[in-house]
């Protein structure tokens, strides 16, 4: 048996371009992993999860779900979100539906807002507090794979978490929402993986994943408009892999996912 726990993270799935390169990519590495995460607030259109795109990423393989402040962007969210087995949202939403953390057999998955250029929100350093104190009572939560995606604008506050959340031993702190991925993969303290940014998954050519003229018009005129997804012929995989010590939990390795493929006509 190996001791290493596999782990595969997918950035911002971006409407159909994403959710058609993650089914390719995941049809072709899905087996190199003991559990794969996808980031899916902007799976549907690029705003918000519909049953039906919740429904078609889990039969790609993806075993759970976190999201962001555009997980309510579907309206159907509301009727399904408590029944899901894999979406999580942000915890630090106050008295949200739905869940902001799931155990699964051999790792807990948290989701947290940040609170700099965001909505208003609830703290996520007090959130991260209190919930690891919870978990502590309901599982092994030391000897745990702990995996924390942070929702987060600012870079500074995403740094500042991810040591924070090593502090009260959580494993991995993984940030997305701004859909360009850093360079700054590490290993905290020799315990806990970290990347500023994951980056998103969908397609290329456009503005993180935008139609580049909707996105034009909005940022030179100011007048709420449509954002439209980009559909370009190239679409890219941004994504990381962490490899965890089965036995502590403990991250030993991360890895950077980053390729652009031609889009099958």
């Known amino acids: ?9 997918l950035g911002d799935i971006v409407g ?28 549907s259109h690029g705003f918000g999860l519909t049953k039906k795109n919740h429904d078609e990423l889990l039969q790609m393989g993806i075993n759970c779900l976190t999201s ?20 999580v949202r942000p915890y630090n939403y106050p008295d949200a539906q739905g869940h902001g953390y799931r155990i699964f057999d051999k790792i807990i998955v948290i989701n947290m807002l940040g609170r700099t250029f965001m909505p208003p929100i609830d703290c996520p350093f ?12 309901e599982c092994d939560f030391d000897n745990k794979i702990s995996f924390l995606d942070f929702h987060a604008e600012a870079t500074a506050e995403k740094i500042c978490f ?5 502090s009260l031993g959580i494993k991995a702190v993984i940030g ?21 940014d994951v980056g998103f998954c969908g397609s290329s050519h456009g503005v993180i994943g935008m139609d580049y003229q909707s ?4 940022l030179t005129t100011s007048i709420p408009a449509r954002f439209d997804v980009d559909e370009s012929d ?21 890895k950077r996912i980053n390729f652009i493929s031609e889009v099958n006509k």
């Open 1 to 9: 048996m190996s001791k290493d726990f596999k782990l595969l993270f």
């Open 68 to 87: 962001g402040n555009h997980i309510w962007d579907k309206k159907d969210i509301f009727a399904y979100i408590d029944e899901s087995e894999a979406i």
């Open 16 to 43: 159909r371009p994403g959710r058609n390169i993650v089914n390719d990519f995941l049809s072709e590495v899905k087996s190199r992993y003991d559990f794969v995460i996808a980031n899916a607030e902007n799976a």
């Open 126 to 137: 007090k959130a991260l507090e209190e919930l690891t104190c919870k978990l502590k009572c």
């Open 234 to 254: 190239f679409s890219q995989i941004n994504a990381c892999e962490i490899f965890f010590n089965l036995k502590t939990g403990v991250a030993k390795k991360i």
């Open 162 to 166: 991810a040591k924070f959340a090593q």
């Open 176 to 196: 997305t929402h701004t859909h360009v991925q850093t360079s700054d993969e590490k290993i905290i303290n020799s315990s806990c993986a970290y990347l500023t």
């Open 215 to 218: 996105s034009l018009k909005r």
